[in-house]
Structures are given as structure tokens and as C-alpha cells.
């Protein structure tokens, strides 16, 4: 039944048994976060973490479009650029859900289903069960509009098997199931028409339930994904994606024959150099981090500065306002991006995030 106590338009609290259900409730917008969002969400994760009677949590989404497409952009364009002095308070309200999710003292479970975006993968691919479907359709694609990736994804994109997190934090190419769960970012497959059913299984579990009992409930329903890119492509992938400058990269990508390498190559060349080289610096930064609070601390100082710049405005202007799909970055070509300008980006000049960080 809905918790009338928890609930606002855009997100709705749920009990099925045991199981606390969070449903993101703007289908209009793929259930796109905004501030108003993540205000409901932190004081019912703490309440649910200590509700004696709430074995699992549950992330869902409403519509039959996906989970979430991620941070409401619009609002952030607009708001930075009306001069709003409070323009990045959503990230900054944001990442520590995130890390909430991270650390979670009960079995959390993310329904992946559909498109799973951004801020989307901040909410699900933090929590310990992460369940992807044969509609999943999940990216990381920041560097497309003028930014980088950000909710701890230079903490978890590292992470995965060889230079796999690399390649999707340049590109931002959307990947399915197999690829979702062979870059770390997804645990399980179910058949989307099964997670009413893995609901209701979860529903059933006592009070107490652990994450072993979670897993068994799930590996009931899970099945194996039709195959992925990044696992076939895994050896074009770790030779193209392991030098540390874009230019290398690009200039590897070049020197391989194939349809793969030159889709890739396409896709990179579409994106803000800016954003591409930034994202390198942090994607190396956050392999060699010792947790994800580091990560996200630098993520919102580059968030920060990316806010004062000409890629976001002009990213976000031809994906989402104008939608003409041409936009025009500042500076054009990779090599007019010089390594030293990149430290203005990652200079802290605000209060951190995570002056302690607990439930």
C-alpha cells in the first residue's frame, strides 16, 4: 500500500510485505531527479533503514520508459543561466544519496529496466542487487552534453574488467543487460515481465532477510543476457583505451580495422573535447582513489567549474532545448585543450560534500 506519511507526487513509498518499494514518479520525463525528488528520498532510505519490519528496499520506476534518464539538466541549464547562485545545490544534495546508497545497512535492489541514465545509475548501480532486464538501456553519455560523468561513476567506472569503464565514460554509447553486468554495473538479469513476480518474492521475505536470502530470491527469476559488446570486444577495447590521453586513444582507434573501432572513434569525435580529456583525468584519478566520497568530493568540484563554461550551455542547448543536435564546442579540436587548464576544474572552491558522511 502507498505510505501516505512518505509519499510526494513525484515519488511514491510503498509497502509489499516486508519490502520497502521507492518508486520514481515522473514518467513525462523517464523519471528524470530533480531537488524536490531527492528531498523525499534521504529521510525515507534513513526511516527504512530503521524499521525493524522493512527487510529490503526497492528502486523502481514509474512508466513503462525505464528507471530514470538522471539529473533533471533543464533545470540546472536554467538555472545557470538566469545566474542562479545556487545553481549546483541539486548535485550537492544529490551525491550524498549516492554514497547513502553505497552504504546501505540493508539488502538494496535496483530494478534497472528500460533506460538507465546518468543519475539513474547513480540511484541503482550503488546499491549491493542490481537487476538489469533485455530492455535496459544504460550509459554514462555526460561527455555528449559539455560534462562528465559524476554520482560516483569515476569511483565504480574504473572498476570494471580492463579499460571497459573507459570506453563508456568517453563515449557515453549506450550499453543492454551483458554489458551492464560485465562493466560491474548490474549483478542480474530477469525478464522484465517477471518483476512484478520478484517483487512480490521480496514481499515474502521475514523480517531480517539478509543478503544471501535476497540473492536466492533473485536467482530464481534471473536469466543469462543475449551477449554484449564490451566482453567481445574486450581485447580492441583494453588496447585502444589504456593510454592516458584522448589523443592516444583516438589515434588507436584509427590504426584498427573494423566497424567497432570506427563506431567508437564517430562516437568520441562527437563529444566536447573538453569534457572528453576532463573525463580521462577523472576516470585515472578515481582507479587510483581510496573511496568513493574522494570520488564524488572531486566530481562536484568539476561539476562546479563546468557550471561556469560555454560545453554544458551548449551541450545541453543542442541535446535537450533546441534539439538540433550540432553543437558547437569551445574549444573545437582536442589538441587545442592544453593538460594545464584542466586544473581549474578540479581547484576546490566551495565547502565539501562530506564533513562526515553516516546514516
Request: aromatic share 6%; proline share 6%.
Amino acid at each position: 500500500m502507498t505510505d501516505p506519511a512518505g509519499a510526494t507526487e513525484e515519488v511514491l513509498f510503498e509497502r509489499i510485505g516486508s519490502a520497502a518499494v521507492i518508486r520514481l514518479n515522473r514518467p513525462k520525463a523517464l523519471n528524470s531527479l530533480n531537488l524536490a525528488m531527492v528531498h523525499a528520498m534521504k529521510p525515507a532510505l534513513v526511516r527504512f533503514a530503521q524499521d525493524d519490519q522493512v527487510s529490503t528496499v526497492i528502486l523502481t520506476g514509474a512508466g513503462e520508459r525505464g528507471l530514470c534518464a538522471g539529473g533533471d539538466i533543464r533545470a540546472i541549464y536554467q538555472s545557470g543561466k538566469a545566474g542562479d547562485p545556487h545553481v549546483s545545490q541539486f548535485w550537492r544534495e544529490e551525491f550524498p544519496i549516492n554514497h547513502l546508497i553505497a552504504h546501505y545497512p540493508k539488502p538494496y535492489v535496483a530494478l534497472m529496466d528500460g533506460i538507465v541514465m546518468g543519475g539513474g545509475v547513480g540511484v541503482a548501480s550503488h546499491g549491493r542487487h542490481r537487476i538489469v532486464t533485455e530492455r535496459t538501456r544504460l550509459a554514462m553519455p555526460e561527455t555528449g552534453i559539455g560534462y562528465v560523468p559524476d554520482v560516483g561513476a569515476t569511483w565504480l567506472l574504473p572498476k570494471a574488467p580492463g579499460e571497459a569503464g573507459t570506453w563508456m565514460g568517453l563515449t557515453g554509447e549506450i550499453v543492454g543487460a551483458a554489458d551492464a553486468i560485465h562493466a560491474g554495473l548490474a549483478d542480474a538479469c530477469v525478464p522484465s515481465e517477471q518483476l512484478p513476480a520478484l517483487v512480490s518474492a521480496l514481499g515474502d521475505l521475514a523480517a531480517g532477510a539478509e543478503d544471501p536470502d535476497v540473492r536466492a530470491a533473485i536467482g530464481g527469476f534471473a536469466v543469462k543476457p543475449d551477449p554484449g559488446r564490451l566482453e567481445s570486444e574486450r581485447d580492441l577495447i583494453d588496447r585502444c583505451f589504456a593510454f592516458d590521453t584522448v589523443e592516444e586513444i583516438v589515434a588507436a582507434l584509427a590504426r584498427e580495422p573494423g566497424t567497432f573501432a570506427d563506431a567508437t572513434a564517430r562516437a568520441i569525435a562527437s563529444r566536447s573535447p573538453t569534457s572528453l580529456k576532463l573525463t580521462l583525468r577523472l576516470l585515472r584519478l578515481g582507479r587510483d582513489s581510496s573511496s568513493l566520497v574522494e570520488c564524488l568530493e572531486r566530481e562536484f568540484t568539476a561539476a562546479c567549474e563546468i557550471l561556469r563554461q560555454h560545453d554544458f550551455y551548449e551541450g545541453v542547448r543542442a541535446a535537450i532545448i533546441d534539439k538540433d543536435r550540432d553543437p558547437h564546442w569551445l574549444p573545437v579540436r582536442l589538441e587545442e585543450v592544453r593538460e594545464e587548464e584542466l586544473d581549474r576544474y578540479l581547484t576546490v572552491r566551495h565547502p565539501v560534500l562530506f564533513a562526515e558522511h553516516r546514516l
